[in-house]
């Protein structure tokens, strides 16, 4: 079983990956939605940063620290740090506060040190990219380098009505950045399609994707 299955089987159990009409902040109406905070177990979590390693793996991603930005990629970066070191590679990690703290060790940034470090961004999806481009600022100015984004899904739409691009491929386009998603809206259109229970799924999402979907 590929990783990209084992995540969407993943998903679907934990009830991150749901089927039905919900209205994004973008005002589209989606036929599902995606919630990383819904894997909320120690064994979801393991589960989960197993397909984020097997992901960063086959794309041969290069990187010494993992940051994950606040607050879905704290527990999210934390988790694949976890799974690293089980398979043998102890990688420091580094997080973000929303707010600055005056007071202790201060400063906006909790963990290892960035300063001449390679670094993954680690994090749930990339909606508008505001958070991402704000955590590559941040990286920058403590003097790390970013390599590479890693995601757990791509939702592969148009970032706008006036632009081709989904907000990944944006990101990628104005940094110079590889994004690399656990799996994206095409595994979940095949996916739907192999699996009898989502049978009535496949031709609404197929709908989303002919409309909405990114090209490019």
Same mark, same amino acid.
């Given at each position: 079983?590929?990783?990209?299955?084992?995540?969407?089987?993943?998903?679907?159990?934990?009830?991150?990956?749901?089927?039905?009409?919900?209205?994004?902040?973008? =005002?589209?109406? /989606? $036929?599902?939605?995606?919630?990383?905070?819904?894997?909320?177990?120690?064994?979801?979590?393991?589960?989960?940063?197993?397909?984020?390693?097997? #992901?960063? @793996?086959?794309?041969?991603?290069?990187? !010494?620290?993992?940051?994950? $930005?606040?607050?879905?990629?704290?527990?999210? *970066?934390?988790?694949? *740090?976890?799974?690293? #070191?089980?398979?043998?590679?102890?990688?420091?990690?580094?997080?973000?506060?929303?707010?600055?703290?005056?007071?202790?060790?201060? =400063?906006?940034?909790? =963990?290892?040190?960035?300063?001449?470090?390679?670094?993954?961004?680690?994090?749930?999806?990339?909606?508008?990219?505001? *958070?991402?481009? @704000?955590?590559?600022?941040?990286?920058?100015?403590?003097?790390? /380098?970013?390599? =590479?984004?890693?995601?757990?899904?791509?939702? &592969?739409?148009?970032?706008?009505?006036?632009? $081709?691009? /989904? *907000? #990944? &491929?944006?990101?990628?386009?104005?940094?110079?950045? $590889?994004?690399?998603?656990?799996?994206?809206?095409?595994?979940?259109?095949?996916?739907?399609? !192999?699996?009898?229970?989502?049978?009535?799924?496949?031709?609404?999402? &197929?709908?989303?994707?002919?409309?909405?979907?990114?090209?490019?």
């Amino acid at each position: 079983m590929t990783h990209k299955t084992r995540f969407l089987e993943l998903a679907l159990h934990a009830d991150a990956l749901r089927f039905g009409e919900f209205t994004l902040k973008s =005002g589209r109406v /989606s $036929p599902y939605f995606f919630n990383a905070g819904l894997f909320n177990t120690g064994a979801a979590l393991a589960g989960l940063a197993s397909c984020y390693a097997d #992901a960063i @793996e086959a794309a041969g991603l290069d990187f !010494d620290l993992l940051f994950g $930005p606040a607050y879905k990629g704290i527990p999210l *970066a934390t988790a694949l *740090a976890c799974e690293l #070191a089980r398979r043998g590679r102890d990688v420091p990690v580094a997080f973000n506060r929303k707010e600055a703290k005056a007071h202790g060790e201060g =400063g906006n940034l909790i =963990g290892a040190p960035l300063d001449g470090r390679s670094v993954l961004v680690v994090d749930d999806v990339i909606t508008a990219g505001t *958070a991402i481009r @704000e955590a590559l600022q941040i990286i920058d100015a403590a003097g790390g /380098s970013v390599t =590479g984004i890693v995601i757990a899904l791509d939702r &592969q739409e148009r970032a706008g009505d006036d632009t $081709p691009q /989904s *907000a #990944a &491929q944006a990101v990628t386009g104005e940094h110079g950045i $590889p994004v690399v998603a656990v799996a994206g809206l095409d595994d979940l259109l095949a996916f739907a399609a !192999d699996d009898a229970t989502l049978a009535g799924q496949h031709a609404r999402l &197929q709908a989303y994707r002919d409309h909405y979907g990114a090209r490019g």
